[in-house]
């Protein structure tokens, strides 16, 4: 009873050491507000801002920026802000 439980735990494993999908080694990405010391997120600077919202106009996930917790948030303040004066758009088509 217990060797055939071992046996259908080893037939389980159907994925190679290297390549497990499941658990695909990321690296992880890193703040570029936190990296970068003289980069000032301004809402008036719409070629900065377009970096942080997709081709929708959408504001991009913070495991898609690389952002740290708190610069997600100044990003998606700024982004809002750029919106309300016309400089990025609420959406496109
Ligand atoms: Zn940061």
Known sequence: ????KKNKRNNNKNYDEDYNP???KQRK?????CSDKNF???YK???QLKKFVNDKGKILPRRTTGACAK???DITIAVKRARHIA???YTQN
Do not use: G, T
Request: charged share 35%.
């Open 1 to 4: 009873m217990s060797d055939k």
């Open 22 to 24: 499941r658990f695909r």
């Open 29 to 33: 990405k890193v703040c570029v507000m």
């Open 40 to 42: 000032v997120l301004d």
């Open 45 to 47: 600077n719409a070629d």
């Open 71 to 73: 610069h997600q948030r």
């Open 87 to 89: 400089i990025l758009p």
